[in-house]
């Protein structure tokens, strides 16, 4: 591997974990850092190599230089022609050769650049034009042979799905590319809704986010089918996906313009659809054979989507497909919507709490469709929720309203309803949850809200207590300089252990409870449940268990032992005489918290050996673990002050238009 790689000052900080401001105050601090090498005065570049052994040398090195060198060989080899999108196209074309013939490069690994770049092109070759694209066949950069070696050391660390992932998400963080992505608890629930199945189409898939979480969620699939406008994300989720092991196809194009899988049906269709698009074909398509419902206004390109999904869908499938509020009730596409509910095709309507999809300016919802079998009765009612009245738990009302309506069951009346057909049959058609729900205040009356505001006023006093307690922390004029370490050194040396879950905690079906990502997040107890298994992590009293999603930077220690640890967790376990559990409890949260500012994407990793900490005596470890709990104590009074008052607020606002609540004078 070459160390003639360079880097800036952001990577610099990337590398060690730190704002850009920390570097530049290095920079004029430290006589012995290293000096730039290139780039200009404004922009400097640096030696990575140089810069590695600075950072070492002082204890901040947090993050894999590995990973920097590769990522700037990769940025070195996009030359001429070739773009960086294409060199990373050839990165995964040899990741994908290294995971299925790891002999062949064994056999090179050891040979002249010149031989080693000599045999590279054919890996490429080898790829259907799906993962490679039509422009990439064959292509290999001019300095193939350094950037294959270094990748080899990065999948030694990391495998090769990681190494494609890490390569990808800094891709996207480089060009700054406006990627949309649906949260994964959304993602879930859309699953859940329409599966279990075989087979699963995503007509609009971007980075693949479905198709992943299918692979996971579904152990029978068979084949995943994926189609993307983006030619550069269509290939990157096509390498992504083979990587993983997915049976899956991704092709690029314009599903609707020019549909990839034209006859092909599969047991769901699943997507999160671009929204309010003026150009999705109109004229175009006016005669296509796919508007079975009807011709999709020129303003409503949603209900294009919808119908193209139950297009591809089996006799009996479902689509299930995220939907801005307006397709609800939008007067031009009132006649699709008609057609829809006279044929029994939609099944369900679920409203998202505000904020379930970030950086949307509404909630949205999720339709659920089945498209009929031949001589079924057509369904005469439909489903409707509304999730927003317990933001937190809004998956857990879906799927439970779900699977009641499924069964026949009564579906609890405060979060859905089920509807008749002909009732939604009138001038406007309006298929908004919110407009057939009850008031949820009138049958609680006054004395719920005099109880919420009087448990709100007591959560509220006991707040300037837990303030106050952080006047013990003083505010100092130059930061301590303490030698650090990671937890990765730690472990080694046997000071603690980290523990993960097994690849997939089968949740249902039995009554051992586990700790979830969402329950972590929000501070609460256990809500998952599954059945006993010897490869469950326990959870045992002093534990700290941390996040390794980075959009959900958290870190708890464990009070309450008997549950198991859930997917997408882990957990550092060490002797109390040896480690303060808040201490290390309150460093992996800084770390997270760091990763999370890094990261760009919600499918970025949090790697909980590489976070750093002070090396520090047990009584100087307690002490600063105390402060940490104070902060979290603080953090957990106004998360449920918070919870309280949005109650509170509830429950006014629907006491005073139900007439429950009137002013006293």
Not at 599 to 628: H, I, K, M, Y
Request: hydrophobic content about 40%; overall charge negative.
């Amino acid at each position: 591997m070459s160390n003639d790689a360079t880097v800036t000052a952001a990577d610099i900080a990337r590398l060690a974990a730190v704002g850009r401001a920390a570097v530049s105050n290095w920079r004029r601090r430290h006589d012995d850092f290293p000096q730039p090498v290139g780039g200009t005065a404004v922009s400097p570049t640096f030696s990575l190599a140089e810069v590695e052994e600075w950072l070492r040398g002082q204890g901040k090195l947090a993050d894999s230089p590995v990973r920097e060198r590769v990522w700037q060989t990769l940025r070195a080899a996009a030359s001429g022609d070739m773009e960086l999108a294409d060199v990373l196209t050839f990165a995964g074309a040899f990741l994908l050769r290294l995971r299925t013939e790891p002999g062949r490069w064994a056999g090179l690994a050891d040979a002249p650049d010149d031989e080693v770049a000599a045999a590279l092109p054919e890996a490429v070759r080898a790829l259907p034009e799906t993962v490679r694209g039509p422009a990439g066949a064959g292509l290999a950069p001019p300095s193939s042979a350094p950037l294959v070696r270094a990748l080899s050391q990065l999948v030694d660390e990391l495998g090769v799905a990681e190494t494609f992932e890490f390569l990808r998400t800094r891709y996207l963080e480089h060009h700054s590319r406006r990627v949309y992505l649906t949260p994964e608890p959304v993602v879930r629930l859309m699953l859940e809704l329409g599966g279990p199945a075989r087979t699963v189409l995503d007509p609009a898939c971007g980075t693949g986010t479905y198709l992943k979480a299918a692979q996971e969620m579904f152990k029978d699939a068979e084949r995943l089918l994926g189609q993307e406008i983006d030619d550069t994300t269509a290939r990157m989720s096509a390498i992504q996906l083979a990587l993983r092991g997915a049976p899956a196809e991704v092709c690029a194009g314009d599903s609707l313009l020019a549909d990839a899988f034209p006859g092909r049906t599969v047991d769901l269709v699943v997507s999160n659809p671009p929204f309010n698009d003026r150009g999705w074909g109109y004229e175009q398509l006016t005669g296509d054979p796919r508007w079975e419902y009807g011709l999709p206004p020129r303003m409503e390109s949603e209900l294009a989507w919808l119908q193209h999904g139950l297009a591809h869908v089996e006799p009996g499938g479902h689509v299930v497909l995220l939907m801005p509020p307006a397709v609800a009730n939008r007067r031009s596409g009132r006649r699709v919507r008609s057609e829809l509910l006279r044929r029994g095709t939609l099944r369900a309507v679920i409203g998202l709490p505000p904020g379930a999809v970030p950086n949307m300016a509404v909630a949205l919802a999720v339709w659920v469709l089945r498209r009929p079998s031949p001589g079924d009765t057509p369904a005469d009612d439909v489903l409707m929720v509304d999730t927003s009245a317990d933001p937190e738990n809004f998956r857990k009302t879906a799927l439970d309203a779900w699977r009641r309506y499924e069964k026949g069951k009564p579906v609890n009346a405060d979060s859905g309803v089920v509807v008749r057909i002909i009732d939604l049959l009138d001038d406007e058609v309006d298929l908004t949850p919110a407009r057939y729900l009850p008031q949820r205040s009138a049958p609680r009356g006054e004395g719920s809200f005099v109880a919420a505001r009087d448990i709100l006023e007591k959560k509220v006093a006991e707040l300037p207590r837990v303030a106050a307690e952080l006047s013990s922390l003083v505010q100092t004029s130059a930061p301590a300089d303490v030698p650090m370490t990671t937890v990765g050194e730690l472990a080694k040396a046997g000071v603690l252990q980290v523990l993960r879950p097994p690849a997939k905690v089968r949740m249902g079906g039995g009554n051992v409870p586990v700790l979830t990502l969402d329950d972590l997040a929000a501070g609460r107890e256990p809500s998952g449940r599954a059945a006993p298994d010897d490869d469950h992590v326990r959870l045992e009293s002093g534990d700290v268990v941390v996040s390794l999603a980075a959009r959900h930077p958290v870190a708890r220690v464990i009070t309450e032992p008997g549950a198991v640890l859930g997917t997408g967790l882990a957990l550092v376990r060490a002797e109390p005489s040896r480690t303060d559990p808040d201490f290390i409890a309150g460093w992996l949260l800084l770390g997270a918290r760091g990763a999370a500012l890094r990261s760009s994407t919600s499918s970025a990793r949090f790697d909980v050996r590489r976070a750093r900490l002070p090396r520090l005596t047990l009584d100087e470890q307690v002490e600063l673990g105390r402060a940490f709990r104070k902060l979290t104590e603080l953090e957990a009074a106004l998360r449920e002050t918070s919870r309280l008052g949005a109650d509170v607020l509830r429950l006014g606002l629907e006491g005073l238009g139900a007439g429950t609540l009137r002013p006293s004078g």
